[in-house]
Structure formats: C-alpha cells, structure tokens
C-alpha cells in the first residue's frame, strides 16, 4: 500500500513558476514508476509527466514539453514537477500516482495509487 500527498499548488500569473511535490509513504516507493497527471473542470484527467522508478526515464506530454519537469528523491520519498512558463490553461487539479510494476506509463489505467490533487490556478 501507498499513499502519497501532494503539496505545492497554489495562484501564479502566467509565464510565472510552481514546484508541486508528492510524499509517498512506505518503503517500496523506489519500485515504483510515477506519474503526474492533470484534470480541468469538464475535462478528463490527462496525463502530464511520468518518470521511471530510477528516475532514468521520463515522458511528457507534448502541451508541457519543454516547460516541466519530473524528478524523484527516493531517498526522500518524494517525486516533483517543477513547472516554468506557466499558462493559463495549465489551470488544474494535479494529481500524482504510483504504478508498481512498470518502467513508467502515460496512461490513468494503469497506476494503482492516487494523491488527493493539489489545484494550481494561472492568471492571465
């Protein structure tokens, strides 16, 4: 079992940054690959960024290529997004998710633990 908690959300005006972070109880966390996904109101969730359980590999999607991050501390127990150049419809709730038995994933299916969401709102 693990639960993870995000923190970092928050009120930014466009082109600014956030750093979301997630704290994952328990002491597999290091097997596991993780995810941040994102949901707008109306919309489904969709997926940001993932990273494997070494922190070797990464995917984003291509709305936020080049404008965040992904990275682990597994030491920490903790996996970040760092975001830059933030836009409006970056507006969300940020989700973050652990899957435990693949080298990483793009899709909502596939993880099997889920944070609580953390909201980010970018002004224009």
């Known amino acids: 079992q693990v639960q993870l908690v995000e923190s970092g959300g928050g009120l930014v005006q466009a082109g600014g940054s956030l750093r979301l972070s997630c704290a994952a109880s328990?002491?597999?966390?290091?097997?596991?690959?993780m995810g941040w996904f994102r949901q707008a109101p109306g919309k489904e969730r969709e997926f940001v960024a993932t990273?494997?359980?070494?922190?070797?590999?990464?995917s984003y999607a291509d709305s936020v290529k080049g404008r965040f991050t992904i990275s682990r501390d597994n030491a920490k127990n903790t996996v970040y997004l760092q975001m830059n150049s933030l836009k409006p419809e970056d507006t969300a709730v940020y989700y973050c998710?652990?899957?435990?038995?693949?080298?990483?994933?793009?899709?909502?299916?596939?993880?099997?633990?889920w944070g609580q969401g953390t909201q980010v709102t970018v002004s224009s």
């Open positions: 328990g002491r597999t966390f290091s097997s596991y690959a």
């Open positions: 990273i494997s359980w070494s922190g070797s590999r990464t």
């Open positions: 998710a652990a899957a435990k038995t693949l080298l990483y994933s793009v899709h909502v299916r596939e993880y099997d633990y």
